[in-house]
């Protein structure tokens, strides 16, 4: 299943496992399923390491990886802010898993666009693991500002300057080993992909309070991009919800544990409301 094409754009797909309950696993900003994985957040990875624990899909968001823009060019920040995103998420999901509820994870972006789907649909939704969330609210003006300046820089002086304004950004301590890689947005639709941020947020917080979604909260310190300030919010928001820190690479490189965790008792929980036995382990 390589590609499907949702509503106006084309968007690469990977699909693992045999069995098991759906996961959809999403990527951040300017990222995509290979860079992800580069940068060691590819969270599913235990998961579909055997094919009967789940049924995994992942892909790249619309402009980023190797999905298309709107197919007859015609793209607008619009498109890609995030309520417009999970517009694609939820499609993605009827095309692929039907009417089977899903477990999302993703970090930044992906997050955020988890959120507006689980929001708007709530029923699609067995669990939510929400890593590194992004600026949200009150703190999002500012970071909208940032990233106007930053499609304006990619226009003026092109995705060199842009990758070396990246490269002097002080780095949070839990990805201080991670490799720099460039965006993966082709360069002519950075700057409209980057004010589709600018015009995103999440919804509104008592929206988000409403959800009765298990969710588990990845985040880390030192990074103003996703401040810890984002996590402990939608942590006093959603009932429930479990919120761990990362303040150093061997606690992220911890994270894949923790959503196969999440995942299992998710399932073993669904197993004893049936009344079948969960598995041992």
């Given amino acids: 299943m390589p590609s499907l094409t949702v509503r106006d754009a084309r968007l690469a797909r990977d699909v693992q496992g045999r069995s098991g309950p759906a996961v959809v696993q999403l990527h951040g900003l300017t990222s995509s399923r290979l860079r992800e994985t580069q940068l060691g957040l590819d969270l599913a990875r235990e998961v579909v390491q055997d094919a009967s624990r789940a049924r995994v899909l992942s892909y790249d968001a619309r402009g980023h990886g190797r999905s298309t823009g709107a197919l007859d060019g015609t793209d ?3 498109d890609f802010a995030w309520e417009h995103l999970a517009s694609d998420l939820l499609e993605v999901l009827d095309l692929t898993f039907g009417d089977q509820p899903v477990h999302g994870v993703g970090p930044s972006m992906g997050a955020a666009t988890l959120l507006h789907a689980a929001v708007r649909e709530p029923e699609r939704f067995t669990g939510l ?24 820089l990619v226009e003026t002086e092109g995705v060199e300057a842009f990758l070396a304004a990246g490269e002097l950004a002080p780095r949070p301590p839990a990805v201080a080993d991670h490799p720099l890689t460039p965006p993966d947005v082709a360069a002519e639709l950075l700057p409209t992909v980057l004010r589709g941020a600018a015009l995103s947020d999440l919804p509104a917080p008592e929206a988000v309070a409403g959800l009765r979604v298990p969710t588990l909260l990845l985040a880390w310190t030192e990074d103003p991009t996703h401040p810890l300030d984002s996590a402990r919010r939608l942590q006093s928001l959603i009932a429930g919800s479990e919120l761990v820190v990362a303040e150093s690479p061997a606690h992220v490189a911890t994270w894949p544990a923790r959503f196969r965790a999440q995942l299992e008792t998710a399932v073993e929980g669904g197993l004893r409301q049936s009344g079948r036995p969960a598995a041992t382990r």
């Avoid at 693991?129 to 304006?152: G, I, M």
């Fill in 76 to 78: 607008r920040p619009a």
């Fill in 129 to 152: 693991t929400l890593t590194v969330p992004p600026t949200v609210w009150e703190s999002r003006a500012a970071q909208a500002a940032s990233y106007e300046e930053s499609a304006r």
